[in-house]
């Protein structure tokens, strides 16, 4: 399934993409690929990544807070029950999915954060569906 859409299989871990591309999954040398051709060329090939586990010490390098001030919002991040949680004034406290390294995704946004020349977390950027690469500073 993809794009919204069941993809019908054309062979042995080959499915017919919603165009005219051909998606096919490769696990032979133990690390699974996947490659989309379309149009007699490779469009994508990537490896799986593997979801990256933080312990609460990796975790607390994230907690702060950060200031926007486009939106005049401050965002508490702070470590709890082995997770990270981002809390915005009455709100209910959303829980960050580590996805990669320094990107995080919830169930309104995903949020990326960034570092300075000392590799200390110096801000975060969120993306949503109405709103991409709003900047917010740490602030402490």
């Known amino acids: 399934m993809a794009w919204g859409g069941n993809l019908p ?5 080959q ?4 165009g005219t591309g051909t998606i096919t999954f490769d696990n032979s040398d133990g690390s699974m690929k996947a490659t989309l051709e379309t149009d007699g060329g490779t ?3 990537g490896r799986r ?3 990256p586990h933080l312990s609460e010490a990796d975790l607390a390098a994230y907690a702060g807070q950060y200031r926007s001030t486009e939106l005049e919002a401050i965002y508490s991040l702070s470590v709890d029950q082995g997770g990270l949680m981002l809390r915005n004034n009455w ?9 990669a390294r320094d990107e995080f995704e919830s169930e309104e946004f995903n949020v990326m954060f960034r570092r300075d020349a000392n590799h200390r977390v110096s801000g975060l950027n969120v993306f949503t569906i109405r709103a991409r690469n709003v900047s917010f500073d740490r602030v402490n």
């Not at 299989?9 to 871990?13: K, L």
């Open 9 to 13: 299989r054309v062979g042995p871990n």
């Open 43 to 45: 469009f994508f090939a």
């Open 91 to 99: 709100n209910p406290p959303l829980k960050l999915i580590p996805i």
């Open 15 to 18: 499915f017919r993409d919603l």
């Open 49 to 51: 990544m593997e979801a």
